[in-house]
Protein backbone atom coordinates (compact mmCIF):
# COMPACT_ATOMS: atom_id res chain seq x y z
CA UNK A 1 0.00 0.00 0.00
CA UNK A 2 1.26 3.50 -0.49
CA UNK A 3 2.12 5.69 2.13
CA UNK A 4 0.28 8.76 3.23
CA UNK A 5 2.02 12.12 4.55
CA UNK A 6 -0.37 14.78 6.07
CA UNK A 7 0.91 18.19 5.41
CA UNK A 8 -0.12 21.75 6.94
CA UNK A 9 1.39 25.10 5.26
CA UNK A 10 -1.29 27.77 6.17
CA UNK A 11 0.73 30.62 4.44
CA UNK A 12 2.42 31.25 1.14
CA UNK A 13 5.75 30.92 2.41
CA UNK A 14 4.87 27.65 3.77
CA UNK A 15 3.40 26.33 1.03
CA UNK A 16 7.04 27.30 -0.88
CA UNK A 17 9.54 25.85 1.56
CA UNK A 18 6.84 22.59 2.12
CA UNK A 19 6.75 22.56 -1.52
CA UNK A 20 10.61 22.19 -2.30
CA UNK A 21 10.58 19.36 0.42
CA UNK A 22 7.68 17.42 -1.09
CA UNK A 23 9.69 17.54 -4.57
CA UNK A 24 12.82 15.88 -3.33
CA UNK A 25 10.50 13.47 -1.14
CA UNK A 26 8.81 12.28 -4.31
CA UNK A 27 11.68 11.19 -5.87
CA UNK A 28 12.22 8.85 -3.67
CA UNK A 29 8.56 8.17 -3.12
CA UNK A 30 6.67 9.00 -6.59
CA UNK A 31 3.81 7.17 -5.29
CA UNK A 32 3.29 8.99 -1.44
CA UNK A 33 0.06 10.63 -1.17
CA UNK A 34 0.18 13.88 0.27
CA UNK A 35 -2.85 15.98 1.56
CA UNK A 36 -4.02 18.86 4.13
CA UNK A 37 -3.67 22.57 3.72
CA UNK A 38 -1.15 23.91 1.22
CA UNK A 39 -0.91 26.68 -2.04
CA UNK A 40 -0.47 26.30 -5.71
CA UNK A 41 2.74 25.07 -5.58
CA UNK A 42 2.37 21.84 -3.37
CA UNK A 43 -1.29 21.26 -5.91
CA UNK A 44 1.20 21.67 -8.24
CA UNK A 45 3.02 18.76 -7.10
CA UNK A 46 -0.50 16.17 -6.95
CA UNK A 47 -1.32 17.01 -3.66
CA UNK A 48 -4.75 16.58 -2.18
CA UNK A 49 -6.08 20.19 -0.45
CA UNK A 50 -8.72 20.28 1.95
CA UNK A 51 -8.24 23.85 1.85
CA UNK A 52 -5.73 26.52 -0.27
CA UNK A 53 -3.16 28.70 2.24
CA UNK A 54 -5.33 32.00 0.63
CA UNK A 55 -8.64 30.58 2.86
CA UNK A 56 -5.66 30.61 5.68
CA UNK A 57 -4.51 34.39 5.65
CA UNK A 58 -5.57 35.01 9.05
CA UNK A 59 -3.47 37.43 11.38
CA UNK A 60 -3.92 39.59 14.19
CA UNK A 61 -6.32 39.16 17.24
CA UNK A 62 -9.39 40.67 15.92
CA UNK A 63 -9.28 38.81 12.72
CA UNK A 64 -8.99 35.25 14.47
CA UNK A 65 -11.66 35.92 16.59
CA UNK A 66 -13.96 37.35 13.51
CA UNK A 67 -13.26 34.02 11.80
CA UNK A 68 -13.19 31.56 14.66
CA UNK A 69 -16.28 29.71 12.88
CA UNK A 70 -14.60 29.03 9.90
CA UNK A 71 -11.45 27.79 11.91
CA UNK A 72 -13.06 25.80 14.02
CA UNK A 73 -14.75 24.18 10.54
CA UNK A 74 -11.18 23.91 8.92
CA UNK A 75 -10.16 21.97 12.13
CA UNK A 76 -12.80 19.27 12.32
CA UNK A 77 -12.71 18.39 8.65
CA UNK A 78 -9.19 17.94 8.86
CA UNK A 79 -9.55 15.50 11.83
CA UNK A 80 -12.55 13.76 9.75
CA UNK A 81 -9.56 13.22 6.94
CA UNK A 82 -6.66 12.24 9.37
CA UNK A 83 -9.05 9.98 11.31
CA UNK A 84 -9.47 8.20 7.44
CA UNK A 85 -6.76 8.42 6.34
CA UNK A 86 -4.47 7.43 8.73
CA UNK A 87 -1.13 8.95 7.60
CA UNK A 88 2.22 7.25 8.92
CA UNK A 89 3.43 11.14 9.70
CA UNK A 90 2.39 14.77 10.07
CA UNK A 91 4.73 17.76 8.58
CA UNK A 92 3.58 20.74 9.81
CA UNK A 93 5.09 24.16 8.35
CA UNK A 94 5.66 27.50 10.26
CA UNK A 95 2.11 28.67 11.30
CA UNK A 96 1.95 27.73 14.83
CA UNK A 97 -1.72 28.66 16.13
CA UNK A 98 -3.25 25.87 13.91
CA UNK A 99 -0.37 23.44 14.12
CA UNK A 100 0.28 22.56 17.25
CA UNK A 101 -3.40 22.06 17.77
CA UNK A 102 -3.23 20.19 15.28
CA UNK A 103 0.36 18.42 16.77
CA UNK A 104 -1.89 17.50 19.78
CA UNK A 105 -3.91 15.90 18.29
CA UNK A 106 -1.61 13.97 15.96
CA UNK A 107 0.38 13.02 19.23
CA UNK A 108 -3.09 11.14 20.95
CA UNK A 109 -3.53 9.47 17.68
CA UNK A 110 0.36 8.23 18.05
CA UNK A 111 1.38 9.60 14.57
CA UNK A 112 4.76 11.30 14.76
CA UNK A 113 5.02 14.83 14.06
CA UNK A 114 7.58 16.66 12.37
CA UNK A 115 7.97 20.24 12.83
CA UNK A 116 9.59 22.07 10.30
CA UNK A 117 10.03 26.20 11.04
CA UNK A 118 9.80 26.70 14.79
CA UNK A 119 7.30 28.92 16.54
CA UNK A 120 9.48 31.65 17.32
CA UNK A 121 8.58 31.27 21.07
CA UNK A 122 11.97 33.25 21.24
CA UNK A 123 9.95 35.97 20.90
CA UNK A 124 6.42 35.90 22.48
CA UNK A 125 4.10 32.97 24.01
CA UNK A 126 7.14 30.93 25.23
CA UNK A 127 4.60 28.86 27.36
CA UNK A 128 4.12 27.41 24.11
CA UNK A 129 7.37 25.33 24.58
CA UNK A 130 5.25 22.62 26.80
CA UNK A 131 3.23 22.15 23.64
CA UNK A 132 6.26 21.46 21.89
CA UNK A 133 8.27 19.52 23.99
CA UNK A 134 5.02 17.19 24.49
CA UNK A 135 3.61 16.97 20.86
CA UNK A 136 6.43 17.11 18.26
CA UNK A 137 8.49 14.37 17.74
CA UNK A 138 10.92 16.53 15.95
CA UNK A 139 11.60 19.79 15.64
CA UNK A 140 13.64 21.45 12.27
CA UNK A 141 14.90 25.00 13.41
CA UNK A 142 15.70 27.35 10.65
CA UNK A 143 18.60 30.11 12.80
CA UNK A 144 21.11 28.53 14.19
CA UNK A 145 20.37 30.61 17.59
CA UNK A 146 16.99 28.40 18.13
CA UNK A 147 19.21 25.26 18.78
CA UNK A 148 20.76 26.31 22.11
CA UNK A 149 17.27 28.31 23.07
CA UNK A 150 15.44 24.98 22.71
CA UNK A 151 17.79 23.06 24.52
CA UNK A 152 17.37 25.42 27.76
CA UNK A 153 13.60 23.90 27.77
CA UNK A 154 14.54 20.05 27.36
CA UNK A 155 14.07 20.02 23.20
CA UNK A 156 16.44 18.34 21.01
CA UNK A 157 15.95 20.70 17.68
CA UNK A 158 17.98 20.29 14.45
CA UNK A 159 19.04 23.56 12.75
CA UNK A 160 18.04 22.36 8.82
CA UNK A 161 19.55 26.11 7.59
CA UNK A 162 17.35 28.00 6.31
CA UNK A 163 15.49 27.27 2.93
CA UNK A 164 15.61 31.16 1.03
CA UNK A 165 19.44 30.25 1.03
CA UNK A 166 18.05 27.51 -1.37
CA UNK A 167 16.10 29.21 -2.64
CA UNK A 168 18.15 32.14 -3.85
CA UNK A 169 20.87 29.69 -5.37
CA UNK A 170 18.22 28.31 -7.97
CA UNK A 171 17.93 32.02 -8.62
CA UNK A 172 18.99 34.04 -12.44
CA UNK A 173 18.05 37.22 -12.47
CA UNK A 174 19.74 39.89 -15.13
CA UNK A 175 22.45 42.22 -13.88
CA UNK A 176 21.01 46.02 -12.76
CA UNK A 177 22.57 47.26 -16.26
CA UNK A 178 20.34 44.95 -18.10
CA UNK A 179 17.36 45.79 -15.91
CA UNK A 180 18.02 49.49 -16.31
CA UNK A 181 18.08 48.84 -20.59
CA UNK A 182 14.97 47.12 -20.31
CA UNK A 183 13.66 49.82 -18.78
CA UNK A 184 15.07 52.82 -20.75
CA UNK A 185 16.53 54.26 -16.85
CA UNK A 186 18.94 56.82 -17.05
CA UNK A 187 21.86 55.12 -15.02
CA UNK A 188 21.91 57.58 -12.18
CA UNK A 189 18.29 56.82 -11.31
CA UNK A 190 17.46 56.08 -7.99
CA UNK A 191 15.73 52.56 -7.67
CA UNK A 192 13.88 52.29 -4.23
CA UNK A 193 11.64 49.11 -3.49
CA UNK A 194 7.95 48.96 -2.27
CA UNK A 195 7.09 45.59 -0.30
CA UNK A 196 4.05 45.95 1.35
CA UNK A 197 3.26 42.85 2.35
CA UNK A 198 1.60 39.78 1.23
CA UNK A 199 -1.65 39.77 3.22
CA UNK A 200 -4.47 41.79 2.68
CA UNK A 201 -4.75 43.28 5.97
CA UNK A 202 -0.97 44.40 6.10
CA UNK A 203 -1.47 46.12 2.78
CA UNK A 204 -4.41 47.82 3.80
CA UNK A 205 -2.38 49.53 6.99
CA UNK A 206 0.66 49.92 5.67
CA UNK A 207 0.60 50.41 1.64
CA UNK A 208 -0.91 54.17 1.92
CA UNK A 209 1.94 54.99 4.34
CA UNK A 210 4.48 53.92 1.79
CA UNK A 211 3.22 55.72 -0.88
CA UNK A 212 3.04 59.06 0.87
CA UNK A 213 6.88 58.59 1.38
CA UNK A 214 7.44 57.39 -2.47
CA UNK A 215 5.83 60.92 -3.08
CA UNK A 216 7.72 63.23 -0.93
CA UNK A 217 11.13 60.79 -2.28
CA UNK A 218 9.95 61.28 -5.74
CA UNK A 219 9.37 65.28 -5.30
CA UNK A 220 12.91 65.53 -3.58
CA UNK A 221 15.45 62.40 -5.57
CA UNK A 222 15.63 61.12 -9.49
CA UNK A 223 13.44 58.47 -8.51
CA UNK A 224 11.46 54.88 -9.99
CA UNK A 225 9.84 52.85 -7.69
CA UNK A 226 9.94 48.96 -7.97
CA UNK A 227 7.28 47.72 -6.78
CA UNK A 228 6.40 44.10 -5.60
CA UNK A 229 2.89 42.82 -5.80
CA UNK A 230 1.78 39.64 -3.79
CA UNK A 231 0.76 37.29 -7.26
CA UNK A 232 -1.75 35.54 -5.01
CA UNK A 233 -3.52 38.77 -4.40
CA UNK A 234 -6.40 40.97 -6.45
CA UNK A 235 -5.45 43.79 -7.56
CA UNK A 236 -8.43 45.58 -5.66
CA UNK A 237 -5.75 44.90 -3.04
CA UNK A 238 -3.72 47.81 -4.03
CA UNK A 239 -6.30 50.50 -4.41
CA UNK A 240 -4.43 52.77 -2.79
CA UNK A 241 -2.49 53.18 -6.10
CA UNK A 242 -4.62 54.96 -8.03
CA UNK A 243 -4.14 58.08 -5.78
CA UNK A 244 -0.42 58.46 -7.00
CA UNK A 245 -0.70 58.04 -10.80
CA UNK A 246 2.14 59.99 -11.18
CA UNK A 247 4.97 58.25 -8.91
CA UNK A 248 7.27 56.27 -11.82
CA UNK A 249 6.81 52.78 -11.27
CA UNK A 250 7.62 49.24 -12.65
CA UNK A 251 5.73 45.98 -11.19
CA UNK A 252 8.50 43.42 -10.44
CA UNK A 253 8.92 40.14 -8.16
CA UNK A 254 9.49 40.53 -4.72
CA UNK A 255 13.30 39.00 -5.43
CA UNK A 256 13.88 41.67 -8.46
CA UNK A 257 12.93 44.67 -6.17
CA UNK A 258 15.51 43.06 -3.58
CA UNK A 259 18.10 42.55 -6.34
CA UNK A 260 17.97 45.88 -8.04
CA UNK A 261 16.95 48.52 -4.96
CA UNK A 262 19.18 51.02 -3.74
CA UNK A 263 16.67 51.24 -1.02
CA UNK A 264 13.80 49.15 -0.07
CA UNK A 265 10.98 50.05 2.21
CA UNK A 266 10.34 46.18 3.65
CA UNK A 267 6.93 45.48 5.90
CA UNK A 268 8.58 43.49 8.85
CA UNK A 269 7.88 39.63 8.27
CA UNK A 270 10.11 36.81 5.84
CA UNK A 271 10.25 39.67 3.51
CA UNK A 272 13.10 41.71 5.58
CA UNK A 273 15.32 38.31 5.77
CA UNK A 274 14.92 37.89 1.81
CA UNK A 275 16.07 41.13 1.99
CA UNK A 276 19.05 40.77 4.12
CA UNK A 277 20.23 37.72 1.80
CA UNK A 278 20.36 40.38 -1.16
CA UNK A 279 22.37 43.04 1.13
CA UNK A 280 19.71 45.51 0.35
CA UNK A 281 19.76 48.63 2.69
CA UNK A 282 16.51 49.11 4.13
CA UNK A 283 13.67 50.60 6.17
CA UNK A 284 12.10 48.30 8.37
CA UNK A 285 8.11 48.83 9.06
CA UNK A 286 4.90 47.61 10.64
CA UNK A 287 1.51 49.19 11.38
CA UNK A 288 -1.71 46.92 12.23
CA UNK A 289 -5.25 47.92 13.64
CA UNK A 290 -4.66 49.95 17.68
CA UNK A 291 -6.21 46.70 19.75
CA UNK A 292 -3.73 43.91 17.67
CA UNK A 293 -0.92 46.46 18.36
CA UNK A 294 -1.40 46.94 21.92
CA UNK A 295 -2.00 43.41 22.64
CA UNK A 296 1.37 42.27 20.72
CA UNK A 297 2.80 44.97 22.36
CA UNK A 298 2.66 43.37 25.94
CA UNK A 299 3.07 40.04 24.46
CA UNK A 300 6.44 40.47 22.13
CA UNK A 301 9.42 40.53 24.29
CA UNK A 302 11.69 41.17 21.80
CA UNK A 303 13.78 44.65 21.48
CA UNK A 304 13.49 44.24 17.50
CA UNK A 305 10.74 43.07 15.61
CA UNK A 306 12.32 42.57 12.39
CA UNK A 307 14.30 39.24 11.47
CA UNK A 308 16.92 41.39 9.60
CA UNK A 309 17.89 43.07 12.61
CA UNK A 310 17.63 40.09 14.64
CA UNK A 311 19.93 37.72 12.76
CA UNK A 312 22.12 40.60 12.12
CA UNK A 313 22.71 41.33 16.28
CA UNK A 314 21.53 39.05 17.31
CA UNK A 315 18.36 38.10 19.80
CA UNK A 316 17.98 40.40 22.60
CA UNK A 317 20.08 42.60 20.90
CA UNK A 318 19.14 46.66 21.17
CA UNK A 319 21.49 47.08 18.09
CA UNK A 320 20.00 47.29 14.68
CA UNK A 321 21.48 46.85 11.76
CA UNK A 322 18.69 48.59 9.87
CA UNK A 323 15.93 51.04 11.24
CA UNK A 324 12.76 49.72 11.96
CA UNK A 325 9.40 51.79 12.19
CA UNK A 326 6.41 50.78 14.19
CA UNK A 327 2.90 51.71 13.78
CA UNK A 328 2.65 55.62 14.58
CA UNK A 329 6.09 55.58 13.26
CA UNK A 330 5.12 54.34 10.57
CA UNK A 331 3.75 57.33 8.76
CA UNK A 332 4.46 58.56 5.33
CA UNK A 333 7.03 61.61 6.88
CA UNK A 334 9.19 59.38 9.30
CA UNK A 335 9.35 56.75 6.28
CA UNK A 336 10.29 59.67 4.01
CA UNK A 337 12.90 60.92 6.62
CA UNK A 338 14.59 57.73 7.41
CA UNK A 339 15.07 57.23 3.72
CA UNK A 340 16.75 60.04 3.46
CA UNK A 341 19.22 59.24 5.97
CA UNK A 342 20.49 56.78 4.26
CA UNK A 343 20.24 57.66 0.76
CA UNK A 344 21.84 61.13 1.29
CA UNK A 345 25.04 58.62 3.21
CA UNK A 346 26.89 56.54 1.17
CA UNK A 347 28.70 55.40 4.04
CA UNK A 348 26.38 54.15 5.93
CA UNK A 349 24.28 52.38 3.57
CA UNK A 350 27.43 50.63 2.66
CA UNK A 351 27.87 49.32 6.18
CA UNK A 352 24.58 48.32 6.11
CA UNK A 353 25.09 46.40 3.33
CA UNK A 354 27.95 44.98 4.74
CA UNK A 355 26.32 43.94 7.79
CA UNK A 356 23.77 42.13 5.56
CA UNK A 357 25.51 40.07 3.75
CA UNK A 358 27.90 39.44 6.54
CA UNK A 359 24.44 37.64 8.84
CA UNK A 360 23.68 35.84 5.56
CA UNK A 361 26.74 33.62 6.42
CA UNK A 362 24.72 32.04 9.63
CA UNK A 363 21.66 30.80 7.66
CA UNK A 364 23.62 28.97 4.67
CA UNK A 365 22.77 25.13 4.44
CA UNK A 366 23.78 22.87 2.01
CA UNK A 367 20.58 21.76 1.08
CA UNK A 368 17.28 21.91 3.62
CA UNK A 369 14.72 20.54 1.49
CA UNK A 370 17.12 17.19 0.88
CA UNK A 371 17.96 16.81 4.91
CA UNK A 372 14.47 17.71 5.47
CA UNK A 373 12.91 15.14 3.05
CA UNK A 374 15.58 11.83 4.41
CA UNK A 375 14.03 12.98 7.99
CA UNK A 376 10.51 12.24 6.80
CA UNK A 377 11.31 9.12 4.97
CA UNK A 378 12.54 7.77 8.18
CA UNK A 379 8.95 8.43 9.35
CA UNK A 380 7.56 6.45 6.35
Request: glycine letters at 6%.
Amino acid sequence: MSKKLFVLAGELSGDMHAAGVITELLKARPELKVFGIGGEKLRTLGAELLYDTAQMSIMGFLDVLKHAGFLRRVIRELKEAIRREKPQAAFLVDYPGMNLMMARFFHQLGIPVIYYISPQVWAWKEGRVKAIRRDVDRLLVIFDFEVEFFRRHGINAEFVGHPVIEQLAELSLPSRELFVQRYNLAPDTLLIGLLPGSRKQEIAHILPEMLKAARLLSQNYRVVFLFGRAPHLDEEVYHAWSAYPDLSVINCSAYEVMQYSDLALVTSGTATLESLCFGVPMVVVYRTGWLNYLIGRQLVKLTSISLANIVAKGLGSSERAVPELIQHEASGTEIYQTACTILDDPEKAGTMRRELLAARERLASDSPSHKIAAILQEYL
